[in-house]
């Protein structure tokens, strides 16, 4: 969601998005082939995967929650929200019930309005979506990334005001957990990008710093009693990984603590170990986000969205 990926993802509507052909060997385990094709001119920002394995997507460019069957390939619009214009993060509280960020993002005039991000949740248990918003947070500078502390706790990155705040889904109450520089976008002009992708994870926040260009965690202690999340006084972000542009990541599912990050600049989803190596995973023009399959059957296909709008599929050996 930046400059660069905004020239590369027209471009990439120019070229009719075709599956890869397929070769042997390195090349036929990195290719990466696409599966739908939002109507228009979309941008994916994130996805996530149901239980029932149909993919949700996030759009920035209108205020609409999709979903994708890979079953049926067919896609479909689940939900369409009222007072923003973008979606950005989605993540999963509980079984079938998500919270997703909205606000004001323009993917034209590439411009984000501070005080204009929100809290909802998607309840999809139901015979019907049901969308309730949590909260309207007015100091919001620009929420991306989302992660549940628990069932009913999260944690939001701000890459404009380089800060985590935690939100309660049952009260909307919120508050700043850390505001640290390795969250911080270096000034470059124009829009700011720093946190954005999010995980939590065993006591450990994971994070992106896009225009920061650094893929870090840090340790933040969350009470299921009192349902706070905390950082200790002298805590530090530690960088796992310089990456250029990372966008969103996710956690391998074999174990073994290695990640795997969108990075639509170099049009390629990189694999970063626990010790910080990092080598190329799959390629993908323009990706943002990433999501293992939940069935036995695709376990080991990465899901990989785009900012134009395409879904691919690659294959990953664990
Ligand atoms: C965001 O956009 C919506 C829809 O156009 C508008 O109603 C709302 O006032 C905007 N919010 C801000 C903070 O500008
Ligand atoms: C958290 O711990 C569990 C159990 O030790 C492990 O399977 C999992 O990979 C860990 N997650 C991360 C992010 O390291």
Redesign the pocket.
Known sequence: MHLLSLITASAAFLVPALARPASSGLASRQAASSIYKLPGSAWIENLVIRPNGQLLLARLDVPELWSYDPATKAGTQVVGFTDALSLTGITEVSPDVYAVVTGNFSTRGFSVKAGSWAVWTVDLTGAAPKATQVKLVPESGFFIGVAPLDKSNILIADAAKATLYQMNLGTGAYSVVLTDASMKAPAQGGLVEGIHGL?Y??G?A?FTNTFGGGFYKVPIAFDATTGKASAATAAKPAEIAALTMAEDFI?APD???S?YVAQPNANAVTKIT?DGKSSKAATAASCSSVAFGRGASDKNVLYIATTNGAVFSATIAQ
């Open positions: 995980k994870a065993n450990t994971y956690l174990g073994s603590g990640y626990p």
